[in-house]
């Protein structure tokens, strides 16, 4: 168990490009989170997949935004068209279906500016 | 739409001392889970604590407990026998049947030596 990879774990881009972020889970979890977490502010639920199907998505989640999870294992987040209010930290978890009550494993995070 | 409350953004305690947290939050739902996440500078969330709505009696791990008040919709965080390792942001967040959890604004807390 290596639990949750997030990359890369900084990224620094310009008004207007695209980036992308990587998850990968814990390897036995099939649902996997993604939360957007602002400067002193709680995490923010954007969307999440079970397997590699996407269950529910935020109104957080823009149409500049999207999530894949193609094979149900890592699940990768876009953000086209990035604008300054992109800048957050963008977390990763995962957690097995039957024990989601008993929380999820976070990843380090993507701290993402936009300048 | 679930909400959580946390009242309190800063909370200060000297070292070996204990601190309490508050929480709020809102639900119709009478069957639901609570946590109380840890997240130390530019680390990852780590979990404290987690509480069954269903069940009376508070959870307790080590030097962490809580104040679980299912009438007024209260759960508050007790560390007792604070340690520098302490000082970190703690979130309170709430999950019901979807396991979607959602989160209050967080306290930082900072221990002193």
């Known amino acids: 168990d290596t639990g949750v990879s997030q990359d890369p774990r900084h990224k620094i881009t310009k008004r207007g490009q695209n980036v992308t972020f990587r998850c990968d889970p814990i390897?036995?979890?099939?649902?996997l989170y993604w939360y957007r977490q602002t400067l002193g502010q709680g995490p923010e639920f954007l969307t999440y997949?079970?397997?590699?199907?996407?269950?529910?998505k935020s109104r957080l989640l823009s149409d500049r935004f999207s999530a894949e999870r193609p094979k149900g294992s890592f699940s990768t987040l876009e953000i086209q068209r990035t604008e300054q209010g992109d800048s957050a930290m963008y977390l990763c978890?995962?957690?097995?279906?039957?024990?989601?009550?008993?929380?999820?494993?976070f990843g380090s995070g993507t701290r993402l500016t936009v300048v | 739409a679930q909400t959580v409350t946390q009242s309190q953004p800063e909370m200060s305690v000297q070292e070996a001392e204990t601190v309490t947290l508050s929480c709020t939050y809102d639900?119709?739902?009478?069957?639901?889970?609570l946590f109380w996440y840890k997240q130390p500078p530019s680390r990852q969330m780590i979990l404290v604590i987690r509480?069954?709505?269903?069940?009376?009696q508070n959870a307790t791990e080590n030097r962490f407990s809580v104040n679980f008040q299912k009438a007024a919709k209260s759960f508050s965080l007790k560390i007792s026998d604070s340690q520098l390792g302490d000082t970190a942001m703690y979130f309170c967040?709430?999950?019901?049947?979807?396991?979607?959890?959602?989160f209050g604004a967080g306290t930082t807390v900072t221990v002193r030596a």
């Open positions: 978890a995962s957690s097995r279906v039957l024990t989601a009550n008993y929380g999820y494993t």
């Open positions: 390897s036995e979890h099939n649902r």
């Open positions: 997949f079970q397997n590699e199907a996407q269950l529910e």
């Open positions: 639900t119709s739902e009478n069957n639901y889970y």
């Open positions: 509480q069954e709505a269903y069940k009376q």
């Open positions: 967040a709430f999950c019901q049947s979807d396991y979607k959890l959602s």
